[in-house]
């Protein structure tokens, strides 16, 4: 078994300027991590990267032992990618979408139609699973963009932002299923601006500033790196103004 989930060597990433200097991360498997930075860090790149949407400059990308820049499609196989922005196709309703997602990953169609029901009623779907898309909420599109990222069970699961848009009961039961889904050994990597959740659900929290990590570790970690016990948004704001000071020393 691979002793990683994902594993970052010098990511690297530029478009009109840097945007990912130099990364460096591992994540365990199982593992429930948090990726934090203001906007502009390079958070969603770096998960982009990961997910194959984008090609690092620089550096590598490994998933469950899978060079994802050598062999991406092994490496797609093995993840689900969740955006802030639902995508799915309007025309379609919930269990339509999640029978043509799970028919491009191949997945038997028994255990398709049984995982697609499971995913309808984990989420509180079921009352609309006929419905077309096109007359959902972004929050029940955020819903189904979900069940789809997770019909072909995915052991690594990539999530941008996955809670905007989301009421509270909905946040709920994302948040439900995200963690039987790590209960039952799937890594889940995370960015986040709503700080009560990774304080709440993370093992480990790393936090991005300037395109570099800066810090990370479990939140007992970060208190004991800022020295005092204090909330997350305390601890953030503190570690991205250290993080931005010395990136204008090293200018």
């Not at 990726?35 to 590598?60: C, E, F, Q, Y």
């Not at 899978?66 to 379609?92: C, F, G, I, Q, T």
């Not at 509180?124 to 963009?145: I, R, Y």
């Not at 799937?186 to 009560?196: A, G, P, R, S």
Request: aromatic share 4%; hydrophobic share 45%; net charge negative.
């Amino acid at each position: 078994m691979p002793t990683s989930a994902l594993a970052l060597s010098g990511l690297t990433k530029s478009f009109e300027r840097p945007v990912v200097r130099g990364v460096d991360l591992t994540i365990r498997p199982g593992e429930f991590y948090a990726l934090l930075g203001p906007n502009g860090a390079g958070k969603t790149t770096i998960l982009r990267m990961v997910a194959g949407l984008l090609r690092p400059d620089a550096g590598s990308i490994t998933v469950l032992g899978v060079d994802a820049l050598a062999d991406p499609v092994a490496a797609k196989r093995r993840m689900a990618w969740v955006s802030d922005e639902p995508m799915v196709y309007d025309r379609l309703t919930p269990l339509e979408y999640l029978d043509f997602v799970a028919g491009l990953w191949q997945v038997e169609p028994v255990r398709a139609k049984a995982s697609a029901h499971e995913l309808i009623d984990w989420l509180d779907l079921a009352p609309h699973a006929n419905e077309l898309c096109g007359g959902f909420s972004k929050g029940m599109l955020q819903k189904v963009a979900l069940a789809g990222a997770l019909v072909h069970d995915p052991d690594l699961i990539i999530l941008d932002e996955p809670l905007t848009g989301l009421d509270a009961g909905s946040a709920r039961q994302v948040k439900d299923v995200l963690r039987q889904r790590t209960a039952s050994g799937v890594t889940v990597i995370m960015t986040t601006h709503i700080l009560e959740v990774a304080e709440r659900m993370a093992e480990r929290i790393g936090v991005i500033a300037d395109g570099r990590l800066i810090a990370e570790g479990t939140l007992a970690q970060l208190r004991a790196r800022i020295g005092r016990e204090t909330t997350l948004e305390e601890i953030f704001l503190d570690l991205v103004a250290q993080g931005q000071s010395s990136a204008e020393d090293a200018a």
